[in-house]
């Protein structure tokens, strides 16, 4: 985490903008000049491209708060920053390296490593990544190595997020899987994941495996 709460705003490899917190808890985010000059994108629909900043009053602009994980997830990484978990600003910034989607958020001078929960595998996965995903439903990015599957690192892109059974409903991830390929049979035509179910290296608990539809092909 920052000393100053400031971000670099990535849209896929190319930097498009910063995301600050000012004082009082308003966030405001603006475009780099030379990404708008470049014709590039807009990173959302709710931030269209502008040379005026984009200011949101009550704390993290709606499009980069439904980025901040959730859940087990989000608890895990508060503790590990030791920040109240309803902290939004500061769990994205030192967790925003790899988002769902092609936007991602980059602490430019963290001023310390997470502190990891050893006894727990993983936590120790999803901390490991740097990575912040949204939903109540436990879940890690993965890496398809060879036949099988492994956390990812921080350091490298995710190819799986790996979704694992939540509390009570222990054979969601069966239903997942059965769902998705029932989906797959009756839209043929539809572009649509193919998911597996296996385990990650160092974890036991199976898991669904899905590939990032927005990165790599179905």
């Not at 100053?4 to 910063?18: N, P």
């Not at 193919?194 to 495996?209: N, V």
Request: hydrophobic share 45%; aromatic share 8%.
């Amino acid at each position: 985490m920052a000393a100053a709460l400031w971000g670099k705003v990535y849209y896929d490899a190319t930097y498009a903008g910063e995301l600050r917190q000012e004082p009082g808890g308003r966030c405001v985010f603006t475009y780099d000049l030379s990404y708008l000059a470049a014709d590039s994108p807009a990173i959302a629909f709710t931030l269209p491209r502008q040379a005026a900043p984009h200011v949101s009053e009550p704390g993290l602009h709606p499009f980069f708060d439904n980025l901040v994980a959730e859940g087990w997830l989000r608890n895990a990484q508060a503790r590990a920053l030791k920040v109240d978990p309803d902290d939004r600003f500061a769990l994205l910034l030192a967790f925003g390296r790899d988002c769902a989607g092609a936007v991602s958020v980059v602490d430019p001078a963290p001023i310390a490593n997470p502190t990891i929960e050893v006894g727990d595998p993983m936590a120790v996965a999803a901390l490991a990544s740097r990575a912040s995903l949204s939903g109540i439903q436990p879940k890690i990015l993965a890496v398809r190595d060879g036949r099988g599957y492994r956390p990812a690192r921080g350091d490298e892109t995710s190819t799986h997020i790996a979704k694992f059974p939540a509390g009570a409903l222990r054979d969601i991830v069966e239903n997942e899987y059965l769902t998705t390929l029932a989906c797959r049979a009756l839209l043929p035509d539809d572009r649509i994941v193919s998911p597996a179910i296996g385990t990650l290296e160092g974890i036991k608990q199976r898991a669904l495996l899905v590939p990032r539809f927005e990165r790599v092909s179905p």
